[in-house]
């Protein structure tokens, strides 16, 4: 069996037919989907506020994020909530996934670099692919997929709840 310092814990699950996974370290916990308090002004990926345990959380639809067709509600759509630690800051989200599958362990020397496909492509927030089943996973650097932007406006968004 492999060392804990060989391998690490993810928590995978699907966008469209894409499989994904993000560090079991920053998902504090899975939710069934539920519609979001809408938020004036903000980005299209930005669905709204949710109540997770009295605090108000910003839900983001990953698949619009990451140039996607937007997520349609299934009863396998759950929403992760996650907390990601962003330079000193640790930012709250609910990330919507079309279904979560499982949490996996991968070795290390397994997770190759993004793919370089000779073009520019939007590809920094992908912190590693790992071949699986036949396909491919693809790990998100959270911290890498908002702009610093991004964050302060999801913090406003965090604030903008806690006082009401």
Same mark, same amino acid.
């Given at each position: ?13 699907? @966008? +469209?037919?894409?499989?994904? !996974? ?9 939710? #069934? $989907?539920?519609? *979001?308090?809408?938020?004036? $002004?903000?980005? +299209?990926?930005?669905? =709204?506020?949710? #109540? ?8 983001? #639809? ?13 009863? $396998? ?9 962003? /330079? ?5 989200? /609910?990330?919507? !996934? #079309? ?11 397994? %997770?190759?670099? *993004? ?10 927030? %992908? ?6 089943? =036949? ?6 650097? @959270? ?5 610093? !932007?991004?964050?302060?406006?999801? /913090? ?9």
């Amino acid at each position: 069996m492999a060392g804990t310092s060989s391998e690490s814990q993810y928590v995978t699950f699907s @966008l +469209d037919n894409e499989v994904f !996974a993000v560090p079991v370290s920053v998902v504090r916990e899975i939710l #069934d $989907h539920e519609d *979001a308090f809408r938020i004036p $002004h903000g980005p +299209d990926y930005l669905l =709204g506020l949710r #109540d997770v345990r009295g605090q108000g959380v910003p839900v983001i #639809d990953l698949r619009l994020r990451l140039g996607m067709t937007k997520t349609e509600k299934t009863p $396998h759509t759950r929403a992760l909530v996650l907390d990601v630690p962003i /330079g000193e800051k640790t930012l709250t989200l /609910g990330l919507v !996934a #079309d279904r979560v599958y499982e949490v996996i362990p991968f070795r290390n020397e397994e %997770i190759e670099g *993004a793919p370089d496909i000779g073009v520019r492509w939007p590809s920094d927030y %992908i912190a590693g692919v790992v071949r699986r089943n =036949g396909g491919f996973v693809v790990i998100v650097d @959270l911290a890498r997929l908002f702009s610093g !932007a991004e964050v302060a406006m999801m /913090g406003s968004a965090n604030r903008l709840a806690a006082t009401a």
